[in-house]
């Protein structure tokens, strides 16, 4: 099983600042994905393919890295964007994810 | 609107069964993949079991629920189903139903989620 590990686990920032999450994997992959989830709410897709964003999702989001190194960039916070990100791995079953990281405001 | 949504979710005693539904809509049904995965605080997010558009023929379970879950679709009324067995108590959490992504002849990650339906062993 492909092990993700993200940090980090909190992230305080300011609203219009930039905010950088990291994911590594166990070993090296090329399917990885990016999710949002809010309190209640069910994950939502941002990134996959590791740099693709998927319908709907705003620039200001991006992915990139490879191999066991990837990276989500908000280039500029929203308020609507503060909650907790995951990335996962769709590589090879059991598809996994990592334990998130809590984006909170500064 | 493509859109899942799941039920089934209730208390049950260890040991005990439940069967979770998920109904697709909004999309062809048959074109995708389906997956149900489950959410605790303290494990956080799992995928628990998938199944192959292609019919259904091919199945994969995590090695958590392997030998209890089944799951199924049912290509008539859009729905998928995952049938838990001997429930523990481990397998509390907040289910969820989705579909992966399939375009250009590759399959990607889950874009579309239902909104997760609660199942507690207890």
């Known amino acids: 099983e492909i092990v993700m590990t993200q940090s980090p686990a909190l992230l305080s920032v300011s609203p219009g600042e930039r905010a950088t999450l990291s994911c590594r994997a166990s070993?090296?992959?090329?399917?990885l994905a990016w999710y949002q989830q809010k309190v209640g709410q069910a994950p939502r897709l941002l990134i996959y393919?590791?740099?693709t964003r998927a319908t709907g999702i705003p620039a200001r989001f991006s992915g990139s890295g490879s191999g066991t190194e990837f990276t989500l960039t908000i280039s500029s916070l929203q308020s609507e964007d503060f909650a907790v990100y995951y990335c996962q791995q769709y590589n090879s079953w059991p598809f996994t994810f990592g334990q998130g990281t809590n984006l909170e405001i500064k | 609107e493509e859109q899942l949504v799941e039920s089934g979710g209730a208390l049950v005693q260890p040991g005990g069964s439940l069967r979770l539904s998920c109904v697709a809509s909004g999309f062809t049904f048959n074109d995708f993949p389906m997956y149900w995965a489950r959410q605790t605080p303290g494990k956080g997010l799992e995928y628990v079991s998938a199944?192959?558009?292609?019919?259904?023929?091919?199945?994969f379970y995590a090695t958590s629920v392997a030998g209890r879950f089944i799951i199924s679709r049912d290509s008539s009324t859009n729905t998928v189903y995952l049938q838990m067995g001997s429930l523990r108590t481990e397998d509390t959490a907040v289910y969820y139903c989705?579909?992966?992504?399939?375009?250009?002849?590759?399959?990607?990650?889950?874009?579309?989620w239902g909104q997760g339906t609660l199942v507690t062993v207890s």
């Open positions: 393919d590791g740099s």
């Open positions: 070993r090296s992959l090329s399917n």
């Open positions: 199944i192959d558009h292609e019919g259904g023929k091919n199945t």
């Open positions: 989705a579909r992966r992504y399939c375009g250009s002849g590759r399959c990607h990650a889950s874009d579309v």
